[in-house]
T-cell receptor, first 113, second 119 residues
Framework: DSGVTQTPKHLITATGQRVTLRCSPR?????VYWYQQSLDQGLQFLIQ???????AKGNILERFSAQQFPDLHSELNLSSLELGDSALYFC????????????FGPGTRLTVL | AQTVTQSQPEMSVQEAETVTLSCTYDTSESDYYLFWYKQPPSRQMILVIRQEAYKQQNATENRFSVNFQKAAKSFSLKISDSQLGDAAMYFC????????????????FGKGTHLIIQP
């Protein structure tokens, strides 16, 4: 158990819909990262938040957005969903001034029908 | 942008034998971190080993060791005394040291190598 929690574990929805994925980082970790793992694209970094502020962006689509709240949990919002958005979405967390080891949550499996 | 290449989609090894997984990367940076992550069928991402580019000594964690060749931009993972529990996807990953905004950037992953352990 990495200490990072993600809900829900599975999510099935239809094209055009909007969903929200939730992540709680390890206690004391200020950085949260979101990754997408799909058969086509592999594992891709989407976005990072540090202590409530956006820190870095990767290959995140404009239909996707994220935020980190004062209690440090984070949410990833996916809208206008397409079939190709079906993937495993990971959240990871890390401390700022450590070896920057990122601890991954168990992931949310999103299926878009 | 950095890229990470794992040229072996699948590897197979007999239990108790040694196997080496290959990884090459492309970067113009002089300092960075490299990682190997394991993803078993449970899909959990587990850090196996990490290497700081400024360190010449290869990292070792129990049965896992790396061969880091900075000039060749190569970072292979050696698993000794392979066990059935080692069966998983293995991902090589890169992370910049000088990340934007003073925080840590995301990891850049290779496509992965599926490791099969033959009993």
């Amino acid at each position: 158990d990495s200490g990072v929690t993600q809900t829900p574990k599975h999510l099935i929805t239809a094209t055009g819909q909007r969903v929200t994925l939730r992540c709680s980082p390890r206690s004391g970790d200020l950085s949260v990262y979101w990754y997408q793992q799909s058969l086509d694209q592999g594992l891709q970094f989407l976005i990072q938040y540090y202590n409530g502020e956006e820190r870095a962006k990767g290959n995140i689509l404009e239909r996707f957005s994220a935020q980190q709240f004062p209690d440090l949990h984070s949410e990833l919002n996916l809208s206008s969903l397409e079939l190709g958005d079906s993937a495993l979405y990971f959240c990871a967390s890390s401390q700022r001034d450590s070896y920057n080891e990122q601890f991954f949550g168990p992931g949310t499996r999103l299926t878009v029908l | 942008a950095q890229t990470v290449t794992q040229s072996q989609p699948e590897m197979s090894v007999q239990e108790a034998e040694t196997v080496t997984l290959s990884c090459t990367y492309d970067t113009s940076e002089s300092d960075y971190y490299l990682f190997w992550y394991k993803q078993p069928p449970s899909r959990q991402m587990i850090l196996v080993i990490r290497q700081e580019a400024y360190k010449q000594q290869n990292a070792t964690e129990n049965r896992f060791s790396v061969n880091f060749q900075k000039a060749a931009k190569s970072f292979s993972l050696k698993i000794s005394d392979s066990q059935l529990g080692d069966a998983a996807m293995y991902f090589c990953a890169y992370r910049s040291v000088f990340a934007s905004g003073g925080g840590a950037d995301g990891l850049t992953f290779g496509k992965g190598t599926h490791l099969i352990i033959q009993p």
